[in-house]
């Protein structure tokens, strides 16, 4: 319990999530053996944990099964010193001896896209920006966890991407919630609103009327957009979709 709410609060120190948001994460996806920790005179000061999020699509239907690196996170005063290097490291080692194929995450920022690569990760991951469609459309309909992971998968067949499982949209959800968001499906596709932004958008422009002109994510072809996530352990082209990443 006292290792729980060190962790937790080097996670709001860092972020700044309210504590909704990181007992949500705890709630549906912590475990000890899933989280990477550094000490130094017992008290944590550097952690990241794996979430298992289901699995890596390749474009010829095969998968295998991946994990997210999520929330890497150094106190402020230990920074420099290598700390988030060997909690990364370590993740990536534990990911495999677990059985995970593929390794994938988010960097927070630019920068970070460098830190990474040095680790041997490498971008496959890309987006494109858009304002989801002003026109007048019908109401978006909230669909359960289960009836959005059917949708996506269905336009996302035939392209390299994550199929997040059941217990990773559903903490999607409940973030949204937070947010009054939601899943949604309308207009021949499905969209996941957080917030002022749209987490996901496939299958056309439109989002809704209650969601209208805000901005979106969503794939891209060859050589659009900007780089998203990046990957270990898998051999894709950088023209893959992650989806839900959760920041």
């Known amino acids: 319990m006292e290792d729980t709410l060190e962790l937790k609060a080097l996670w709001q120190t860092v972020f700044g999530d309210p504590p909704e948001v990181i007992d949500a994460y705890f709630s549906a996806f912590y475990s000890p053996e899933l989280c990477v920790e550094e000490r130094s005179d ?10 298992p999020l289901g699995d890596l699509v390749f474009p010829d239907g095969s998968r295998e099964r991946c994990a997210s690196v999520y929330a890497l996170a150094t106190a402020p005063e230990r920074r420099g010193r290598g700390a988030a290097t060997r909690v990364t490291e370590e993740a990536v080692k534990r990911a495999e001896e677990k059985g995970f194929s593929s390794v994938i995450l988010h960097p927070a920022t630019e920068k970070l896209f460098g830190f990474y690569k040095k680790r041997g990760f490498r971008t496959a991951f890309r987006t494109r920006g858009l304002l989801t469609g002003r026109e007048r ?9 289960a009836e959005y992971r059917a949708l996506r998968e269905a336009l996302l067949a035939g392209k390299l991407h994550v199929d997040h499982d059941e217990r990773s949209l559903k903490f999607q959800e409940t973030l949204c919630s937070l947010a009054g968001g939601g899943l949604f499906r309308t ?3 499905c969209f996941i609103a957080e917030g002022s932004e749209i ?3 496939l299958g056309g422009s439109a989002a809704g009327t209650a969601f ?15 780089p998203f996530g990046m990957i270990y352990g898998a051999k894709p082209a950088e023209d893959g979709w992650m989806g839900p990443v959760f920041d």
């Open 42 to 51: 017992g008290h944590v000061v550097s952690a990241c944990y794996l979430m």
């Open 137 to 145: 459309t019908a109401d978006p309909e909230r669909v359960s966890p």
């Open 187 to 189: 207009d021949g596709g």
């Open 199 to 201: 987490k996901e958008l």
């Open 212 to 226: 209208s002109g805000l901005p979106a994510r969503a794939p891209c072809g060859d050589d659009e957009g900007i």
